[in-house]
């Protein structure tokens, strides 16, 4: 009998071969996307589907009368550079959605035929493409996750996500992976081996060497008879007060360490936002805005990880985002990231919170967003930053957690900053001036 899972559950692979399926209330196609730690395929024999149906691997077979095809896996046969494989289903009316048919089920079997795991994927509605699950290598196995990411974008989205440039027509060969959406590596000795994230090593790369001044430093002062517009002294970064949160500008820093105590270890990072309503006849509708919380993790001025609505949890396990709002409708944070600053890998110098617009809504449609620093041990907000008006971006850098120095307390800075860019991956070649 098989396992259920939910969305966002796992569970560990114990054979090699597999057989992925589907079932869909409608005509769909399944397909597979082989993704490096960046989250991008190397090239586009990584993209297994319909007119490409062999891959590394992995092969599309037909399936049984009246159903749709499988995936057959050999997980011994998926090259080392290879982090995950994930299952797409993508409905053969583009006009259609999921929402108006029965919940689409992805299970997991062994080539037996015995059936491992089973996820019916629920919450979908406008969406005509999903991630179903994913498999995914963990401590020298493998795992399998349920995933249910629906794309209301369609297939276009969904693989420009992944690095594969095609027409929104139905699906030929893929092109080459546009370079912008391949994060530039760190050095070259800070790029994670896979043998590096064993458990017997603490699984992460070596520490960065130090750093030179950076932004993350306040600016020197002007030369003398020169003062600068708008310049003031820098001052000491405070600590967290004790009892109450803090409301915080534009630029400022805060020490991620409560008044008379010890730093902080786990903290989340909730993010929230209202579409802006519209008026007229109508009044009262709110324009339909689909935003994304991502954090982009860099050692030095090199990213090293992203964490998003298609990869959820950082490559150390230290950081896990807790699912995709498609919204903003509703009280309370519409997205939330939990860090474990304990487990943060040495090297990793800046964490920079992102948020996107999918639909290339901007900000000038919004209300009331914002970011907030929550103790995780006790559920205080700590800190809030909300930002004061619209901007015609369809990205935000809305504050980042770093350390000046290795083994120095974190910090956390506010930045609300905008920038053009609709999925995480056109965000991160941007980013550096933020650091």
Known sequence: ????????QNGPLSVNELVISVEVAAPADLSALLVTPAGTVRSDADFVFFNQPAGPGVTLRPGAPGASAVLTV???????DIEQL????????????????????????????????????????????????????????????????????????????????????????PQAAPEQFVPQPAP?????????????????????????????????????????AGYAPPQADRDLPNGHSVSLVKGQRINLRKEGGAALSYVKMGLGWDPVKRGGIFGGKAVDVDLDASVVLFAGHGPVDVVYYGSLNSKDGSIRHQGD??????????????????????????????????KGHTFEQLA????????????????????????????????????????????????????????????????????
């Open 325 to 358: 709002n498609l919204t903003g409708e509703g009280e309370g944070d519409d997205e939330e990231i939990s860090v474990d600053l304990a487990r943060i890998s040495p090297s990793v110098t800046t964490m920079l919170f992102i948020v996107t617009s999918y």
């Open 86 to 173: 994930r299952a797409v289903i993508t409905l053969d009316d583009a006009n259609g959605s999921f929402g108006q048919l029965s919940a689409p089920v992805a299970r997991v079997g062994d080539a037996a035929g015995n059936a491992l795991y089973e996820y019916r994927i629920e919450g979908l509605s406008t969406e005509s493409i999903v991630i179903a699950l994913e498999l995914y290598r963990r401590q020298g196995g493998w795992k399998a996750r349920a995933v249910g990411q629906g794309y209301a974008g369609g297939f276009a989205a969904l693989v420009t996500d992944h690095g594969v440039r095609v027409d929104d027509a139905p699906p030929a060969a």
């Open 1 to 8: 009998m098989s396992a259920v899972l939910v969305k966002g």
């Open 74 to 80: 050999a997980l011994d046969a998926i090259p080392a």
């Open 188 to 228: 070259e000795q800070f790029a994670p081996q896979p043998e590096q994230f064993a458990p017997a090593t603490g699984g992460y790369p070596p520490p960065l060497p130090p750093l030179p001044p950076t932004g993350d430093y306040p600016p020197p002062p002007p030369p003398p008879g020169q003062p600068a």
């Open 368 to 435: 009331n967003a914002y970011c907030r620093l929550v103790d995780s041990a006790t559920n205080a907000e700590l800190a809030r930053f909300t930002l004061a008006g619209g901007m015609p971006f369809t990205g935000m850098a809305m504050g980042k957690m770093f350390r000046p120095a290795p083994g120095a307390d974190w910090k956390f800075q506010a930045i609300g900053e905008g920038f053009q860019a609709k999925h995480p991956g056109e965000a991160v070649p941007q980013l550096a001036r933020f650091l």
